[in-house]
């Protein structure tokens, strides 16, 4: 019996004869190959049969897998997963840790570090006060602790004394603000 | 072909906006196991090949992802994320986690008594089972995730490994598995999976 590789390479020129490595023949039956060497598979498929039945037999087996994979399908566990999924939630939300961000409402408002960017000028000139306010406003500053922040930061300009006088006047103005517009 | 009937529809909208409501990431939560769960757990089947664990680890999916929108998190790939995170989580286990018993898979079949006819859910347990000692985990892995409709890219995002690989992984675990029911007809001709 004539050797079916044998006639392949006598009859189609260089590029079609080969036969394709299987993992190529997998990859060109799940459409991943590039172009140019899908054309080449492609045309060495019209001309073996034996690589074509191999590659009907690709999808033939994955649709085996599928079906055997099917009999673990249990909607009655996933009914009881789902129910045991809802019961955490709960218990997640008490485990949860406090968010590091403070709440929206809580951040410094524009008319706030306005009004302290003018007592802060007084004292370390506009540049200064709004370099202060611009890196008490990145570290997440609240109006009850942006009087430390301020004292901290300005101790290295004017002094640790000075800027805890600042910083008390800032307390005060904080504290007359957030009263006023209702901030907690 | 084949591929248009296993495409799985995923209901998820990539990640609800910041500052949802709490509700609102439940509910998207619950919407995501509805539709994801039963395709993760046959996927974390292959990679445990323990009943138990797999669906242990499905919930704990599902809470990392409920967990991470709480925090604000948002997930770009939709599923993708889901079997990274299965597959982290189950490795990261396996590393700790000294399994003393093998689950015989005939277990998975005391727990899927839903279906309609015992003989051939027995049968189709057998199979699998056999199926699960012949092939590697990494072949059963690439095997479920492309029936699932992954493509290469992402089975190999998935897995760590170059695309490329993928269908060599593929192309070795079909062999094998086409041996298999070669011998199975040969030996009882149990061949009829309706």
């Known amino acids: 019996m004539q050797n079916p590789l044998r006639r392949i390479t006598l009859l189609f ?4 004869r080969r036969h394709p490595a299987s993992a190529t023949l997998v990859a060109y039956v799940h459409g991943e190959l590039p ?28 649709l085996y897998f599928k079906r055997l994979m099917a009999v673990v399908e249990t909607s009655a566990a996933m009914e009881d997963g789902l129910s045991r999924l809802e019961q955490c939630f709960e ?26 960017q003018n007592e802060l000028m007084t004292y370390v000139g506009s540049r200064a006060a709004e370099r202060i306010l611009a890196r008490a406003d990145r570290s997440f500053c609240t109006p009850q602790n942006l009087s430390k922040q301020i004292e901290l930061t300005m101790g290295g300009f004017i ?18 603000m957030v009263s006023h517009q209702g901030i907690p | 072909m084949w591929k248009s009937s296993i495409e799985t529809t995923v209901a998820f909208d990539g990640g609800a906006e910041q500052g949802s409501s709490l509700e609102q990431i439940q509910a998207e939560v619950t919407e995501s196991y509805k539709s994801l769960a039963q395709c993760l757990l046959r996927y974390l089947l292959c990679l445990t090949r323990d009943f138990d664990r797999a669906q242990e680890a499905v919930q704990e999916v599902f809470l990392r992802y409920y967990e991470y929108r709480l925090k604000g998190g948002e997930v ?47 049968a189709r347990t057998e199979t ?32 760590g490994i170059e695309p490329g690989t993928v269908g060599a992984i593929l192309a070795q675990g079909l062999k094998k598995m086409r041996a298999l029911r070669v011998k199975i007809v040969e030996e009882s001709g149990r061949c009829k999976i309706p």
């Open chain 2, 76 to 122: 770009p790939d939709g599923r993708g994320w889901f079997y990274r995170v299965a597959r982290n989580y189950v490795v990261d286990q396996t590393r700790t986690y000294r399994s003393d018993r093998h689950v015989s898979l005939n277990e998975v079949l005391l727990k899927a008594d839903d279906h309609d006819c015992p003989h051939e859910a027995l």
């Open chain 2, 128 to 159: 699998l089972d056999l199926l699960f000692q012949v092939l590697s985990a990494r072949e059963l892995e690439c095997l479920e995730l492309r029936v699932e409709g992954f493509k290469y890219k992402e089975i190999a995002e998935i897995l």
């Open chain 1, 159 to 176: 002094g640790s004394r000075a800027a805890a006088a600042v910083a008390r006047r800032v307390d005060a103005l904080c504290g007359a």
């Open chain 1, 35 to 62: 172009p140019s060497v899908r054309a080449q598979v492609s045309r060495h498929l019209q001309h073996c049969k034996c690589c074509e039945k191999e590659a009907l037999a690709i999808d033939d087996d994955l």
């Open chain 1, 13 to 16: 020129p260089e590029g079609v």
């Open chain 1, 91 to 116: 218990s997640r939300i008490a485990e949860a840790p406090v968010p590091i961000l403070p709440k929206p409402e809580t951040r410094l408002t524009s008319a706030l570090l306005k009004s302290i």
